[in-house]
């Protein structure tokens, strides 16, 4: 007997938010990597998206099959604290995207969290299982791990901030290649497209950041990004058996999940 659960789908955003946890407090670190520049006063040409507008834009139960869809929780889409510095400082904003839904300065941004279905076994009768059946159970359970999470979240932006944001993010790529830290975790950021194909929107740009755990380079996430007019489109994909270092196949922001998401920005 076989049932669908979610258990696997939470367990590996529960691995993934012990290490980011790492990562939080990189706003500060924004804030330090340009201390002369001054913040514009003027009133943005135009308003950003208001937060019903993009509930509708944002992905639901059902949108893409195979899927399950929830809603972020409201602190899911606030910066993390200030704490530790990344080092560089230029790359403090790859560190926000961690905990934020979108890079720069987005006005209002929704979250989901879109996990990929998974089958584990369930015991049958008192539970009691021989050797033969506990190791079938084991393997069934280490499958279980072998799950895709995505972030995803779409954001508004006012006036030109959608496009300042996908300009500053590649610039951050440049910056960022040769690796950085946020406080003693060592991070890099590989496999950069910065021009990738936009898929009817106005422009993307790809990236994956490893981790360094024991000398060994992880792919903690991989990352896609979209800017279609003044919202922005944040994928953040998670396997929790590459966050374990054991694996996880060739995997990456789900094809189906972006070809739903993008088709509800009409």
Not at 140 to 157: I, L, P, S
Not at 180 to 192: I, L
């Amino acid at each position: 007997m076989r049932r669908t659960t979610p258990t696997a789908a939470a367990a590996v955003a529960a691995l993934a938010a012990l290490v980011l946890t790492g990562c939080g407090g990189a706003s500060e670190a924004a804030d330090d990597a340009k201390p002369g520049d001054e913040k514009k006063t003027e009133a943005p040409a135009a308003p950003a998206m208001s937060q019903g507008d993009l509930e509708k834009l944002a992905l639901a139960e059902g949108d893409v099959e195979g899927f399950t869809v929830e809603k972020g929780a409201a602190d899911d889409v606030m910066p993390p604290p200030k704490g530790a510095k990344a080092e560089p400082a230029e790359c403090g904003p790859y560190a926000d995207l961690f905990m934020k839904t979108a890079p720069g300065e987005p006005g209002p941004a929704v979250l989901r969290t879109v996990s990929e279905k998974q089958e584990t076994p369930a015991l049958d009768g008192d539970g009691d299982l021989d050797m033969d059946e506990l190791e079938a159970f084991e393997d069934a359970m280490d499958d279980a791990f072998d799950v895709q999470v995505v972030r995803v979240g779409v954001a508004g932006y006012g006036g030109d901030g959608a496009a300042d944001a996908m300009k500053e993010l590649r610039d951050w790529t440049g910056a960022c290649q040769g690796g950085f830290a946020v406080g003693p975790q060592k991070q890099g950021v590989t496999d950069v497209v910065p021009d990738a194909p936009a898929r009817g929107t106005d422009e993307a740009t790809t990236f994956t950041v490893t981790v360094d755990t024991e000398g060994k380079k992880i792919p903690m996430s991989r990352f896609a990004v979209y800017r279609d007019g003044d919202t922005v489109v944040t994928f953040m994909a998670m396997n929790g058996a590459a966050l374990l270092g054991e694996g996880g196949g060739d995997w990456g922001v789900p094809e189906a999940v972006v070809e739903a998401q993008l088709g509800k920005l009409g």
